[in-house]
């Protein structure tokens, strides 16, 4: 399970107060993400935006391999402690970079995306949208659902559920949400299979 001592540990020192076990909003987000991970065994798996690293401690149980990126320093710096701390093996990496200079993208073939879409900027949209999703089996989502969480800069509105299936859609996946709450949703969305144009 995800919510080890250690990995406690390193919450309550990256994320503070908000991510205690007394927060019922994220243990559910948390419970929720841990129940899908199985989904991506096997799989080269890429997280845009992957912050301190924490969701790594799940996913190295099934991945086959898992990049996490981001472009801010410090929490590249958290997630290099965390693989650290939680004896992460070599097939989990992190990289400081901006996602539309990641140049292995085609790799990949699950992506994580959790509480981001939403902050990428048009170009990342369409990189996502057009080199990345296509090239992925099954994409683990969870969205912001408050209106802190519009963007101008982008075209699309990622706190509203319909608007993340119709991306989805237009990448050729099935995105299914599973999981709501008052603050986010969150679902996985799957290459669609024996697809036919009529």
Same mark, same amino acid.
């Given at each position: ?98 996602? /539309?200079?990641?140049?292995? !993208? @085609?790799?990949?073939? *699950? ?7 939403? =902050?990428?900027?048009?170009?990342e949209v369409k990189m996502l949208k057009d080199k990345i999703l296509p090239h992925c089996k099954i994409a683990i989502v969870i969205c912001g659902s408050k209106p802190k969480a519009i963007r101008k800069h982008n075209n699309y509105r990622f706190d509203k559920p319909e608007v993340v299936k119709e991306f989805f859609k237009e990448a050729g996946?099935?995105? /299914?949400?599973?999981?709501? !709450? @008052?603050?986010?949703? *969150? ?7 024996? =697809?036919?144009?009529?």
């Open positions: 399970m995800i919510n080890n001592d250690n990995w406690k540990k390193l919450m309550q020192k990256w994320h503070g107060r908000i991510y205690q076990n007394t927060n019922k909003r994220v243990k559910q987000r948390l419970d929720w993400f841990d129940s899908v991970c199985p989904k991506l065994k096997g799989l080269d798996v890429l997280e845009i935006g992957s912050n301190a690293g924490l969701f790594a401690t799940e996913v190295a149980k099934y991945a086959k391999s898992y990049l996490g990126i981001d472009k801010k320093d410090n929490y590249y710096n958290q997630a290099v402690v965390t693989k650290k701390q939680m004896k992460l093996g070599e097939n989990i990496r992190f990289k400081l970079i901006k996602l /539309c200079d990641l140049k292995e !993208h @085609e790799k990949y073939n *699950a992506i994580i995306l959790s509480r981001v879409l939403y =902050h990428l900027d048009i170009d996946m099935e995105f /299914c949400i599973d999981m709501t !709450h @008052e603050r986010f949703f *969150a679902g996985v969305a799957h290459k669609h299979i024996n =697809h036919v144009s009529v």
